[in-house]
């Protein structure tokens, strides 16, 4: 039991968990950002330690670097010049990985810290307490509706084209289905732990989720605002077509607020179902996974389902239905807005740091990348359609 709880999966549900404990019980410390960035620094170390590896102060000196650069990405991303751009610290803070990686490479004394699903798992779990099933269903039932016909026949066919058309293995093509048809990274990271994926598999499909939806988030609210969308539309099709949280706020400021709010809507509809969606993974890979010596049981099921997406459901129940509505959003707000970003700006940096474009764009890659950008045109013309079929009578 306790081998099992020294896992990654383990250790960063726990300390997402520990996080959102800490902020429903003290939100003036987790406020703080001195405060809240040491608390994660040595939740982040003590897991590090509980999960079997050994330090002499290597991982805080890695941490702290890597702080840094998360640091740095949030401040560039807040100069005015380039915040009217909409240019996020995402976006920023893979690009000074990449470039560190791909230039001088990955300097030794930074690597101990460098564990970009480690921060990320934590990160989802957090997330879960922004995902207030009550506000979302009174907001746009419409949105669920959407989300679920998006993420089935976009799924499908992007499973159906990678397998069939690119012929790539079953493991790769259920990463790039999820990513492309559910929420992109998010999505990619809870697939691949439901089926035990390879990390550098997970890798490349989260960089190159990364770099798709850049060039989205500027293109399709120019090509809604030209096709003559209203904004409930743009922002229904922008939500369910992005990629990344992120860059579909972004998109959505750029057309209006109505917009803006469509489109958070639509894309939390989507979040809502990664946790269905990693459990029926977990449950298909159990049974029809590449890992054949290996009987399908129950005890089978538990190892390889995702624990992060446990807490994550347990974060947005809590927070749905244990507080009233008003407090549950400030203290989610509190949680997102200081560990979760946190988290996530140490992961995208991590990111860039694992990432070597060598490897990306090597030519036996050309298939995985012409399969991703087949299905999210597929993506984007079902999406605008079902988002005009729902959505044109509200304008």
Known sequence: MLKSLRSEDWVS????????????????????????????????????????????????????????????????????????????????????????????????????????????????????????????????????????????????????????IFKIDQEMSMLLSSAVSICGVSAAIATSGAIKGEPKKLSFVISLVLIVAIPMMYLLPLLAKWIGLSEEVAGAWLGGTIDTTAAVVASGKFIGETAEQYSVIIKSAQNVLLGVAAFVISIYWSFRGTNVDIRPSGKVLWERFPKFVLGFLLASLIFSFAFDAETGKVLSKVANKGARNLLFSLAFVCIGLETDFRYIFKKENARYIWSFLTAQGFNIIVTLIVAWLLFAHFA
């Open 13 to 164: 549900t726990l300390m997402g968990i520990v996080i959102l404990v800490l902020v429903m019980l003290v939100p003036t410390v987790m406020k703080n950002t001195l405060y809240m960035s040491l608390i994660v620094a040595a939740l982040a170390y003590l897991g590090y330690l509980f999960m079997g590896n050994k330090d002499k102060g290597q991982f805080f000196l890695s941490f702290i670097g890597i702080y840094l650069l998360a640091l740095l990405s949030g401040y560039i991303a807040g100069i005015s010049k380039i915040k009217a751009l909409g240019l996020e610290s995402v976006f920023f803070a893979v690009l000074i990985g990449l470039l560190i990686r791909n230039t001088v490479g990955l300097p030794k004394w930074l690597a101990p810290a460098v564990r970009s699903e480690y921060y990320i798992k934590a990160g989802l779990v957090i997330l879960g307490s922004s995902i207030l099933f009550n506000e979302i269903m009174r907001a746009g039932a419409l949105g669920m509706i959407q989300a679920v016909i998006v993420v089935l026949s976009v799924w499908y066919f992007s499973f159906w084209v990678s397998r069939r």
